[in-house]
């Protein structure tokens, strides 16, 4: 199983959380094509999926963190 370091901060997760819902809202409420729909849920499907498992592969290929505590290894 693929094992990688958290890189996001507990303020960081609350924000996407916050981020993905509302990208959820948009895609079910706002008028758009179905297209923008489709782009909102997915964004919002991989928001929740990084704020579960603590780790953005975006950051982590830019190398960044948020996450306060230094890990081993």
Do not use: E, H, W
Not at 45 to 51: E, F, L, N
Request: include cysteine; charged fraction near 10%; hydrophobic fraction near 55%.
């Amino acid at each position: 199983m693929f094992s990688f370091k958290k890189n996001l901060g507990n303020a960081d997760r609350v924000l996407r959380a916050i981020a993905a819902v509302a990208l959820f809202v948009a895609a079910f409420i706002a008028p758009v094509p179905l297209i923008a729909t489709v782009g909102f849920a997915l964004t919002g499907v991989y928001m929740i999926g990084t704020t579960l498992v603590g780790t953005c592969l975006g950051y982590k290929l830019i190398g960044v963190s948020t996450c306060p505590v230094k890990q081993r290894g």
